[in-house]
């Protein structure tokens, strides 16, 4: 069966830094684009950061941007992001997401999500 199982959010006060890590299994990873998303009690999920299949292009929201860093290790089967800098504005449940890189139109694959919480 499909899985993907995120991992490493947590409490970090503002400006420090949190690494989150997400395993796949059950399909093939290396044929993926792979998403973060997030979402904040009483609003709508966004799109985070985004890298293709073979991990040479990633994407990301303006407000993420010189921040946030998304990588992978196809080897592994892990998606990681590096967040940096962190505000409390970023404070939200992030999910990772899997989306076979010839079918954008998918809502493809999901995980359970990990809260991330930016507070003092």
């Known amino acids: 069966q499909v899985q993907l199982v995120e991992s490493g959010g947590g409490l970090v006060q503002p400006g420090g830094s949190l690494r989150l890590s997400c395993a796949a299994s059950?399909?093939?990873?290396?044929?993926?684009?792979m998403n973060w998303y997030r979402q904040a009690p009483g609003k709508e999920r966004e799109l985070v950061a985004a890298?293709?299949?073979?991990?040479?292009?990633?994407n990301y929201a303006d407000s993420m941007k010189g921040r946030f860093t998304i990588s992978r290790d196809n080897a592994k089967n892990t998606v990681y992001l590096q967040m940096n800098s962190l505000k409390p504005e970023d404070t939200a449940v992030y999910y990772c997401?899997?989306?076979?890189?010839?079918?954008?139109?998918?809502?493809?694959?999901w995980g359970q999500g990990t809260q991330v919480t930016v507070s003092s």
């Open positions: 997401n899997a989306v076979h890189w010839a079918m954008h139109g998918s809502p493809g694959y």
């Open positions: 059950g399909f093939t990873f290396s044929s993926y684009v």
């Open positions: 890298i293709t299949s073979t991990g040479g292009s990633t």
